[in-house]
């Protein structure tokens, strides 16, 4: 198990290092910052777009009391309380950052805008790690983790360059969906990683498209509000997936629960062909019968 564990580092490490050498630099475009809904209400600037940042708050806030509150969340393996500390603090984070980035939209104040979402990122990897692969060692990625999304804002912050904190952000995006389908869980209610999967990448389709959106809506939204409403939601279908889920009476991958239901659905289409089929022989005989009495 070590040996493999530290092959899959050092793979990850080569694939980086070979990202950072044959890709050039990528450097934040100060285009960025020109986001299309900059209206004015009440005296705050770009009034919308920090205002939706409110729900982060909320929803970290809300997590974090339920984590401490009674063991609330069932949290029993080793590690899991603070990985789930580390998330919930880093999105009531960004509720803060965001908000004070978008008041006046620029590289410095950027760096608090994605610093607690990269704790966020990078705390779910590591409970992904503690519930699918290994408890101790998922405990012990939170720290390195963390500090691997930190490094990133700083390298893009002194350098000039997204390539580091476009890996930290984009790599969950495709782990966690893959990890959360092939690797079974220890609890119940798996499929809500996948929805809050789903609406981050919508979220991000949103920010892609904020302009056409704030066209679209008549000037009512913007595609960057939609984009903060929608991430959002993420933390709020992890903290209905902590409220619900059991623990698991038997780990079974999403993926062999799709493959036993598939199976289940043609064995129920194939009988009732045989079915059909039995029946209409009934009453091909019954006809026969009416047509010749005599026999």
């Not at 990528?26 to 020109?34: A, G, L, T």
């Not at 309380?81 to 620029?106: C, D, I, K, Q």
């Not at 590289?107 to 101790?136: G, H, K, N, Q, Y």
């Not at 997936?241 to 129920?268: F, G, I, P």
């Amino acid at each position: 198990m070590r040996k493999r564990t530290a092959t899959a580092w050092g793979v990850a490490i080569l694939c980086f290092v070979v990202l950072m050498l044959v890709t050039p630099a990528i450097p934040q475009s100060q285009e960025y910052h020109n986001f299309a809904d900059q209206r004015e209400f009440l005296g705050i600037p770009n009034f919308l777009n920090v205002i939706s940042n409110f729900p982060f708050l909320v929803v970290g806030v809300v997590g974090l009391v339920l984590c401490y509150y009674g063991n609330y969340f069932k949290l029993s393996l080793p590690g899991e309380l603070f990985g789930w500390t580390f998330f919930f603090a880093g999105v009531a984070a960004v509720g803060f950052g965001s908000s004070y980035y978008h008041l006046e939209p620029n590289d410095a104040r950027l760096v608090w805008d994605r610093l607690p979402m990269t704790v966020a990122f990078t705390s779910i990897i590591a409970i992904f790690i503690i519930e699918r692969v290994d408890a101790r060692k998922g405990t012990f990625s939170i720290i390195p983790l963390t500090l691997a999304g930190v490094v990133s804002i700083l390298y893009w912050r002194f350098f000039d360059d997204l390539r580091p904190y476009a890996v930290i952000q984009f790599v969950p995006c495709i782990a966690i969906p893959l990890m959360a389908i092939l690797l079974p869980p220890m609890y119940t209610h798996s499929t809500y990683w996948l929805w809050a999967a789903g609406f981050y990448i919508l979220a991000k389709i949103e920010e892609a498209a904020d302009v056409p959106i704030y066209n679209v809506t008549f000037h009512i939204m913007s595609g960057h509000t939609l984009k903060h409403l929608c991430a959002a939601l993420v933390p709020v279908f992890l903290t209905l997936m902590l409220a619900k889920r059991e623990v698991a009476e038997e780990r079974v991958s999403l993926l062999q629960m799709w493959k036993v239901s598939w199976t289940k659905v043609k064995l129920n289409n194939a009988n009732v062909e045989t079915i059909s089929c039995e029946y209409s022989g009934l009453t091909l005989y019954a006809s026969s019968c009416k047509l010749n009495p005599m026999r």
